[in-house]
Structures are given as structure tokens and as C-alpha cells.
């Protein structure tokens, strides 16, 4: 079975294991639907699986481990930004929880809940407004990790930093769930990211839209298991 994935950060490096030392193209295949369950309302409107849960899961469990050696030595501050990163917030704490109870060393994490409106449009034009959580100053001191379900062009994130950093945190990291790709040669001819990268990356994509693990499209599939491909069909069917 041919494997799609990139785990994210060393792409083309020597540091990766054979069978992961592969970068995500546009062509890149992805696996059968009928390989897996998919549930039966999506039958027709997903292309291929691209990213298998029991793979994601095994990816969120060793981003615990590299999260908590960069930035546990202090209360940590998780921050979830909703709707996209509930998934991978979820069990990314759950694995961090693990951690803490089965090692010689723990320390205490908070979390808080943040949704994200761009003020004109969704056309990122770099100003953001911060929705729901707590007041910001409780971030102040503190060790934050930001944790989103995929970074784009990367603007917004770039401009989330810029706001909490005026409340003065210990430390600001930021965990994505995936990262856009845009330096395969169809992208690049067009290169619409600021060039953000985040300190901790689940698995770099390349610029198609993939829906699953609380990713949607309009709303739907956050109810799929798996990171997949949307298919036509589907972007017809559920068309705003
Ligand atoms: N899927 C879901 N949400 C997104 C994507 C995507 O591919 N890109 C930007 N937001
Ligand atoms: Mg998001």
C-alpha cells in the first residue's frame, strides 16, 4: 500500500526513515476509501484517504513527547483554536497527560478555547479578532501553546503571535496539525505563504484541500476519522 505521507519537519532530510524520506507532490495518491471505514454519508464525496487515524494518532503521541521536552519545564497554557484544532487538541493533551503521570517529572497545563474571525472577510488581510476564552492577561508569565488544525498561508498565525506576545507570555510555541506546502513547483510559480513555520508540525500537505479530524469544508466532514481528499462531488454538495 503506497503511503502519501510526510511527517513533517526534516522533508528531504537524511534524518527521515526510507520509507518516510518522501515529499508530498500534487500527485501524490493517497489510499482506497475501500481500505478503510468511511462513513456511509461521505461515500461519494471524498477522493482518497490521505492521512489514516491510526497514523495521525501515532503522529500526535511522539509531537507530545518533542512538545514536552522544548517547553516542559513550566505551566504550560494549551490553547485550543477552535473549530479545526479540537481534534488534535484533544488528543494531543491526552498523550501530554500520559506523559505527566508515567514520567519522574510533570508539570501542571491549563487550557483555554479561542475562536479566530479575520475582521475583513476571510480574505486574510492580517487583522484578526479573538473570540470566547479567558482574558488574555492569564497568558501573561505563562508557557502558551498554540494548537491549530492547519496553517495556510500562515498570515493569521503571524498576526495571533503579534497579539499575544503584547501580553507579555514566558514563551509562545505553536503545534499544527498540518502545514500547507507551498514550495512544490505547481505552488510555487505562485507563492501566496508568508513563510511562517511552526515550532511543532504533524505532517506537511500539499496545497489540495483535505478534510477529516475536525478539518471541514463549510462545516462538514469534522465527523470523519481520517484526513482526506475531498471529491468533487463533494465540493458540489456541499457548497455554501
Ligand atoms: N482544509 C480545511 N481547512 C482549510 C484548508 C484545508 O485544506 N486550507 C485552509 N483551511
Ligand atoms: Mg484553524
Do not use: W
Not at 500500500?1 to 520509507?19: D, H, I, K, N
Not at 497527560?97 to 519522574?104: F, M, T
Not at 479567558?134 to 500562515?154: A, F
Not at 513547483?185 to 508540525?201: A, E, M, N
Request: proline content about 5%.
Amino acid at each position: 500500500m503506497p503511503g502519501p505521507l510526510c511527517p513533517a519537519g526534516r522533508r528531504g532530510g537524511s534524518r527521515l526513515p526510507p520509507g518516510m524520506r518522501r515529499s508530498i507532490g500534487d500527485d501524490e495518491q493517497g489510499y482506497d476509501l475501500d481500505l478503510f471505514c468511511i462513513p456511509k454519508h461521505y461515500a461519494d464525496d471524498l477522493e482518497k484517504v490521505y492521512i489514516p487515524h491510526g497514523l495521525i494518532m501515532d503522529r500526535t503521541e511522539r509531537l507530545a513527547r518533542e512538545i514536552m521536552k522544548g517547553m516542559g519545564g513550566h505551566h504550560i497554557v494549551a490553547l485550543c483554536v477552535l473549530k479545526g484544532g479540537y481534534k488534535f487538541f484533544a488528543d494531543l493533551l491526552d498523550y501530554i497527560k500520559a506523559l505527566n503521570r508515567n514520567s519522574d517529572k510533570s508539570i501542571p497545563m491549563t487550557v483555554d478555547f479561542i475562536r479566530l474571525k479575520s475582521y475583513c472577510n476571510d480574505q486574510s488581510t492580517g487583522d484578526i479578532k479573538v473570540i470566547g476564552g479567558d482574558d488574555l492577561s492569564t497568558l501573561t508569565g505563562k508557557n502558551v501553546l498554540i494548537v491549530e488544525d492547519i496553517i495556510d498561508t500562515g498570515k493569521t498565525m503571524k498576526t495571533l503571535l503579534s497579539l499575544l506576545k503584547q501580553y507579555n507570555p514566558k514563551m509562545v510555541k505553536v503545534a499544527s496539525f498540518t502545514l500547507v506546502l507551498f514550495d512544490s513547483l505547481l505552488v510555487k510559480r505562485t507563492p501566496r505563504s508568508v513563510g511562517y513555520r511552526p515550532d511543532f508540525v504533524g505532517f506537511e500537505v500539499p496545497d489540495k484541500f483535505v478534510v477529516g479530524y475536525a478539518l471541514d469544508y463549510n462545516e462538514y466532514f469534522r465527523d470523519l476519522n481520517h484526513i482526506c481528499v475531498i471529491s468533487e462531488t463533494g465540493k458540489q454538495k456541499y457548497k455554501a
